[in-house]
């Protein structure tokens, strides 16, 4: 995922150096969407979701159930260190937006958050449905080795924001100006699935070139849509430099995501914390 993120980014770095040099021999009359100020941050976050079901079919073993109001926690992995691995391993966010008006106050972002999911080991859950062509409908111990439900190299949000900037002290974008966003979008879920279903590990196989994406298959897979909004305060701390801290809440749906000789399908609240470091760059200045 870190090829990707790296070619997002030299892109969008040309498109703006392209930008600038084409300002330098425009009239005002001729400022098209693409002049005016872009920005880039990273980030890490924190992620909070909330019990949901998920429902697990497996026709060739018998199998048609839900288990009820699944928890789950992230696993952040930056809180040991960010600097001793790669940095796109703990959970991480990009954001790529442009403000395309002259009061530089409504925007577009690429908006991209690599969260993870993982189910609580050793809790109790309502089972109900077909398991071995037989119906249950109990309580049962979810073991690693019963019902083990990650999505851990990502439950990976990729969104395309409508953004509102607010100044709310000084001039925005000068040094100790502090402005509030709000961003609203959808996008496309790209997990990667990790589960153990009644005894069975499902394998999506390795992380390769020919095998990077994919629906039923694939390590990431193209398997969802999601829709949220976010609200942040970014603080320029010295221009053009700027932290951001947010609030995204966001809901997705999932369906065939791989398990063992089948799929399932959930749906996912989350409400996700995030701080980031960014960079501004305006063609008008």
Request: proline fraction near 3%.
């Amino acid at each position: 995922m870190l090829k990707f993120i790296i070619i997002i980014i030299t892109l969008t770095s040309s498109i703006a150096f392209c930008i600038n040099d084409n300002n330098e021999k425009k009239n005002p009359e001729e400022v098209s969407f693409w002049d005016g100020e872009w920005y880039f941050s990273w980030g890490y976050n924190r992620d909070y979701w909330y019990p949901s079901d998920i429902h697990v079919s497996q026709p060739a073993l018998g199998n048609d159930f839900v288990v009820h109001n699944v928890r789950a926690e992230d696993f952040p992995e930056w809180t040991d260190g960010v600097w001793n691995k790669d940095i796109s391993e703990p959970q991480y966010s990009l954001r790529i937006g442009h403000f395309f008006d002259s009061d530089r106050s409504w925007g577009v972002e690429f908006n991209y958050d690599h969260t993870k999911y993982s189910s609580y080991n050793e809790q109790y859950a309502r089972v109900s449905g077909m398991i071995n062509g037989t119906y249950i409908d109990s309580i049962q111990l979810l073991t690693t080795s019963y019902f083990r439900y990650h999505l851990h190299n990502g439950a990976n949000h990729v969104m395309i924001n409508l953004v509102k900037r607010f100044p709310v002290l000084f001039e925005i974008n000068e040094t100790h100006s502090i402005a509030l966003l709000v961003k609203v979008g959808g996008g496309i879920m790209l997990p990667h699935s990790e589960n153990t279903i009644l005894g069975q590990y499902n394998r999506v196989g390795s992380k390769e070139m020919t095998n990077y994406f994919g629906t039923n298959k694939g390590w990431w897979q193209l398997n969802g849509w999601t829709v949220g909004i976010e609200i942040a305060l970014r603080y320029v701390f010295y221009k053009p430099f700027y932290f951001e801290f947010s609030n995204k809440e966001a809901y997705s749906k999932l369906y065939n995501i791989p398990v063992y000789k089948g799929t399932a399908e959930q749906s996912l609240w989350m409400n996700e914390f995030i701080f980031s470091l960014g960079y501004t760059y305006d063609s008008f200045n």
